[in-house]
């Protein structure tokens, strides 16, 4: 695939994870970055977004207690994900966007096959 994530499990809460996104040269080099999940019997929504100059957009529910990152040489994009919350229990997608917005799911070129995180205590 295109995208690969990697990195989901299950934790209690309070815990952390790190999630990652391998991606192909071109998708990395073309597209806005970012993570999007979705929750049993929800839609799917944007968590978080970095552009190509590095500037991040985070969803109110994460804000403070998850980080994106990437690292450009490896073509790899991360989620760390602290201060989990059992409402944070989703599966969660790596994402390829031209629009650079965790508002709309339109503009996503390309999805992973996600990776599920599940928090429980």
């Known amino acids: 695939g295109q995208l690969v994530e990697s990195g989901g499990g299950s934790v209690q809460p309070g815990g952390s994870l790190r999630l990652s996104c391998a991606a192909s040269?071109?998708?990395?080099?073309?597209?806005?970055m970012g993570w999007f999940r979705q929750a049993p019997k929800k839609e799917r929504e944007g968590v978080t977004v970095?552009?190509?100059?590095?500037?991040?957009s985070y969803a109110d529910s994460v804000k403070g207690r998850f980080t994106i990152s990437q690292d450009k040489a490896k073509h790899t994009l991360y989620l760390q994900m602290n201060s989990l919350k059992p409402e944070d229990t989703a599966m969660y997608y790596c994402?390829?966007?031209?629009?650079?917005?965790?508002?709309?799911?339109?503009?996503?070129?390309?999805w992973g096959k996600g990776t599920l995180v599940t928090i429980s205590s």
């Open positions: 994402a390829a966007t031209v629009l650079c917005s965790i508002a709309t799911r339109q503009g996503v070129d390309y």
């Open positions: 040269v071109y998708i990395y080099s073309t597209y806005c």
């Open positions: 970095i552009g190509s100059d590095g500037s991040t």
